[in-house]
């Protein structure tokens, strides 16, 4: 993917900042169809991150700019703006990696994260919302079915009709502490450990809602869940100060099952929105089916 913003204009923004300039040496980080990170070498001395990201992931710097005075360690971010639905970011350089965080690390940025107050404006994932998430994923499955694009979705619905049946059930519980500030995607690589400085970073997807989504979220979606692992880190995380309800059943599930279940169902939905909207190579479409599928029955097994 090329670059999102024209360098000369973009070369105008950092000199508001840095007045003598950067140079042209970039070290690529991070390139994805909607979001691209690099390290800005300056003419004198030292380093930035310049983060740029396609709408709909455009409400970074504003979350950002609403955590800098919280306890929830974030990267200083030195100027940003929004043009024609390409959001641009000047960031402090947290440095390159050192370690992966451990999991008492992870588990205080957890529980930091879920004590601060979110920017009102977040979307809200609370029970209504998660009883009609099934719902909704369904409907734009048939979308993509009507579309032409996804096809031999039989599988796919059963397990949806299936959740859907149970979702007045296990949406339940919701709203039980943590309940607030949820990174959504927090990941190892989301808790950056770096030569210089430790923060959370990657808050394109921020939203107010169960604490317990982060935490399952921590395993990532690529291998098959881990309730014992994510079971840890639940009871890692009560231990660092967590709401004590945070091991608590809810909707008829132990906490890691609950957690697990509507994690994959945030990831499926993220799917096919994104199926939807601005991944439509119809190349690609058996392969996020398939992905679908998979988490959807990982989902089902718990329930």
Request: hydrophobic share 40%.
């Amino acid at each position: 993917m090329g670059p999102f913003l024209n360098d000369n204009l973009l070369d105008q923004y950092i000199r508001t900042v840095y007045p003598n300039g950067v140079t042209r040496n970039r070290d690529l980080l991070w390139d994805w169809r909607l979001s691209r990170v690099e390290r800005v070498f300056l003419d004198g001395g030292g380093t930035f991150i310049l983060k740029r990201s396609r709408h709909p992931l455009t409400d970074e710097a504003r979350v950002i700019h609403s955590l800098r005075e919280s306890d929830v360690p974030v990267p200083e971010l030195v100027m940003s703006c929004v043009d024609e639905d390409i959001l641009t970011m000047i960031l402090e350089d947290l440095g390159p990696p050192v370690r992966q965080p451990t999991l008492s690390e992870a588990a205080s940025a957890a529980v930091a994260l879920h004590r601060t107050a979110p920017p009102e404006w977040l979307p809200v994932l609370d029970e209504a919302a998660l009883r009609m998430l099934p719902a909704r994923i369904r409907r734009g499955v048939e979308d993509l079915t009507s579309s032409g694009r996804w096809q031999e979705v039989d599988e796919v619905c059963a397990l949806l009709d299936r959740i859907i049946a149970c979702a007045p059930r296990i949406s339940r519980g919701a709203s039980t502490p943590p309940f607030g500030l949820c990174h959504s995607e927090f990941h190892p690589t989301s808790l950056h450990v770096g030569t210089h400085r430790t923060a959370v970073v990657d808050w394109a997807r921020a939203f107010i809602g169960p604490g317990l989504l982060d935490l399952a979220s921590y395993g990532g979606t690529i291998d098959p869940p881990d309730p014992a692992a994510c079971r840890s880190l639940i009871e890692a995380y009560r231990a660092a100060g967590g709401s004590e309800e945070a091991t608590d059943q809810r909707g008829g599930l132990p906490a890691q099952d609950w957690a697990i279940v509507w994690h994959r169902l945030w990831a499926v939905d993220w799917h096919v929105e994104s199926c939807n909207t601005w991944m439509t190579e119809r190349e690609l479409d058996s392969i996020w089916q398939s992905a679908v599928e998979r988490h959807l029955g990982e989902a089902a097994s718990f329930i």
